[in-house]
């Protein structure tokens, strides 16, 4: 089996950055992948400095300033520039125009910090989700990983985690929580399935093949 070359896109702190790159030291992303890029929307985030140190190429495309399709269009060309086989957003707070997912189907993976298809979609993004759900009143929440199509979070979902929301969580106190015991293990649990070619995808649907059966 091939190399995958993983393309990490990024807006923030990279926190989900950081949970791959631990990964990746750990060796628990396995022998078929390779965090070959950062892209970021914004030059002065974090989640730049957290490539650097990890020895992985990054590049900035800035989203400030440009329509919808030349942003799109500047980040394929730079993906496909650099052969990325997987499209990894984490905490990538752009929604990209319908030619993204055409030229990746199947092939761009999103982290979102609910359980889709509660709090989600156009809007829901980054600690907004939290408030939403805690004015809500839900009990439970979590986080999803899934395939991005053309409708936002609205692709094949691949994994998902939840738990139990407190009394006294606050949005800050949730997101930490779902971060740290959903977000940053189903992540690289995600991409490593993609990368050994275990993740099969039918309609809605997303199967996790048994390793004898690649
Ligand atoms: C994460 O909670 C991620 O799930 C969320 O933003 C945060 C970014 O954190 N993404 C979205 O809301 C996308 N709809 P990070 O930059 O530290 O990884």
């Avoid at 950081?18 to 002065?44: H, K, P, W, Y």
């Avoid at 800035?62 to 993906?79: D, M, P, Q, W």
């Avoid at 015991?181 to 048994?210: M, S």
Wanted: charged share 25%; with cysteine; proline share 3%.
């Amino acid at each position: 089996m091939s190399v995958k070359r993983v393309a990490v896109l990024v807006s923030g702190g990279g926190t989900n950055l950081q949970a791959l790159i631990d990964s990746r030291d750990r060796g628990e992303l396995g022998e078929n992948c390779t965090l070959s890029l950062v892209l970021s929307s914004a030059s002065d985030v974090y989640a730049l400095e957290r490539a650097k140190k990890a020895g992985i190429p990054s590049i900035v495309v800035e989203r400030k300033g440009k329509k919808r399709e030349t942003f799109t269009r500047k980040v394929i060309e730079a993906l496909l520039g650099n052969n990325i086989d997987l499209v990894v957003l984490a905490g990538f707070m752009c929604i990209m125009g319908p030619e993204f997912t055409k030229v990746f189907e199947n092939r761009v993976i999103n982290v979102h910090p609910a359980l889709i298809p509660s709090f989600c979609g156009d809007g829901f993004y980054g600690l907004k989700v939290h408030e939403k759900a805690l004015e809500y009143g839900v009990k439970v929440s979590g986080a999803t990983v899934h395939f991005v199509n053309e409708i936002t979070d609205g692709g094949p979902i691949i994994a998902q985690k939840a738990l139990e929301v407190r009394d006294d969580d606050t949005p800050e106190t949730l997101q930490r929580r779902i971060m740290e015991q959903c977000e940053w293990r189903l992540l690289p649990v995600a991409v490593r399935l993609f990368c050994d070619g275990r993740l099969a995808v039918e309609g809605r649907k997303v199967y996790i093949k048994k390793e004898e059966n690649i």
